[in-house]
């Protein structure tokens, strides 16, 4: 059973300022839950249907489980229906990643899901590392998390000073535009940083500047734009075609 | 201003059958109705702010439109807190498209945000028709519509008996399954019809057994499955590629 004071606290942790109080966070959703077995993220609880504490008996054993109605589990959620675990995890200390290999920048973008989507295909990309601008969605968002499905605990995406970081990064950054070099002809260097705008404002001057080669997706129809995350896979799968 | 009537119809038209009923389909966002001014469906009505209006003097000479608060717009509107304009469009009559150039066929993806965002990114690549299974997200669903970004006019979505449309295609079928040939390497024909199954469930066998070519994206890291859109987006990349 869920107790009063826990349920109050799964509901605080909705907001952004509640996980910043406590350091806490929510994965929500079995197959975000399960991620957590073989990650190096620290469980503080997990709250679960009998039936699939049942069905994963590596939870109990290696975690606090409480044992919960579908019904308390999902007046508990914000996020789905039918939901048949929550963990609250504590978030992790991140400190801004080196600058090598191939990684994502993200300049301003804001959706929740777009971002933890951009996580699910960095992940399938093997991109470790995000570095965000401070006025970026919320990692730890639920909706983040929640899109990421499953990837959040290999992907690690920090907040930071982004013209900054890029500026003392000192690797090709490779700026997304309406207008820039085609993917299909451009030949990447075998590190660099994949720098994404938000879709309604782009790039910013910030950090335009610091851009090295700007880049595009070729179109060929009518649309005008690309969802960010969409845009953000399309890029990858350019650049490991050349560096796998 | 909205009339009771108008209200209730704006209303009923969230509902698939209602749209059935009535012939028609919703068009929210300021975006997407202003890409109806180029389209060949038929608008019956728009709903507008009068700013909007103002700004977008072709809307008024060539619809009948209503001018209306945000107020009342939001309450007529099930979709967003803010929007501007709504139109009250006919369902086109469409027939079973022409198997000829690149296509997509989508095999039971039901969800109405993935149809739009595949719709968009359709239209991106140049791509006219779509043929979906029956079972397939409505394409005049409101939550369709507003993903596609005003894409919707321009791509058409035929809803059909998808293993009797695909066996009589006389096309190359491209099939994307988690194993298969890389579309890094797959050598592609210069047309065809690029199959798409559900994120859930995949392709189905009845579809499955038309496929005559098996692709699949190259994974790099640890994520298992990417969203059926993001994945429609990456292959049509590849495809474009060799054949723009």
């Known amino acids: 059973m869920i107790s009063k004071n826990q349920l109050k606290l799964l509901r605080a942790l909705n907001q952004k300022k509640q996980r910043k109080a406590h350091g806490l966070f929510l994965v929500e959703g079995e197959k975000n839950v399960l991620e957590l077995i073989d990650s190096t993220l620290v469980v503080k609880q997990i709250f679960a249907t009998s039936e699939f504490l049942d069905q994963n008996p590596q ?5 606090e ?8 589990l999902t ?7 039918n939901n ?3 963990a609250v995890v504590e978030i992790p200390s991140v400190t801004a990643p080196k600058a090598e290999g191939l990684m994502i920048a993200l300049d301003g973008v804001s959706d929740p899901g777009n ?13 470790k590392h995000i570095v965000a601008s401070s006025d970026c969605a919320d990692p ?37 535009f309406l207008a820039g070099e085609s993917v299909h002809s451009t030949d990447f260097q075998s590190e660099g940083i994949l720098l994404m705008g938000s879709e309604s404002h782009g790039v910013r001057e910030e950090a335009e500047k610091l851009v090295t080669h700007k880049i595009t997706i070729p179109a060929f129809g009518g649309a005008e734009s690309l969802n960010v995350a969409m845009a953000t896979g399309i890029i990858l799968d350019n650049f490991r075609r050349q560096h796998g």
Chains 1, 2 share one sequence.
């Open 65 to 72: 489980c409480i044992e919960a109605s579908l019904d308390e």
């Open 115 to 127: 971002l933890g989507t951009i996580i699910r295909v960095a992940d399938w990309y093997g991109i």
């Open 140 to 176: 730890y968002n639920p909706k983040t998390i929640r899109a990421t499905m499953g990837s959040f605990g290999r992907v690690q995406v920090s907040q930071l000073d982004l013209p900054a970081y890029l500026a003392g990064s000192g690797l090709p950054i490779y700026g997304a």
């Open 84 to 86: 048949a675990a929550v």
């Open 75 to 81: 007046k508990a959620s914000s996020l789905v229906s």
């Open 59 to 63: 939870l109990m054993s290696r975690f």
